[in-house]
């Protein structure tokens, strides 16, 4: 969970790589730094709404357990989840 948003921008830029494994490192820093701001602000939008959308999902899952229970198993379930 602590590199979500660079795990994310390594899966958006793969989705579009057409180069061998030895050169993706050296391509991704190159396409990481022709990124704008908006490009950035609008990456870091759509992982916002991954989380969102996966705490929603799991708290109807959750609604089932006490207030202890609940709380203490949505944090893991989010955590393992992303």
Known sequence: MEN????????????DY?????EMGDDYEAWLTNL???ELI?????????????????D?????YSDE???ANFRSELVTSL
């Open 69 to 71: 229970e609940y709380r």
């Open 36 to 38: 704008d701001n908006e």
């Open 60 to 64: 109807l899952k959750m609604r089932d």
């Open 18 to 22: 057409a180069g061998n494994d030895d």
């Open 42 to 58: 609008e990456f870091g939008n759509q992982v916002i709404q991954e989380i969102v959308d996966k705490a929603n999902k799991l």
């Open 4 to 15: 979500l948003f660079e795990d994310y921008l390594r899966e958006e830029h793969s989705k």
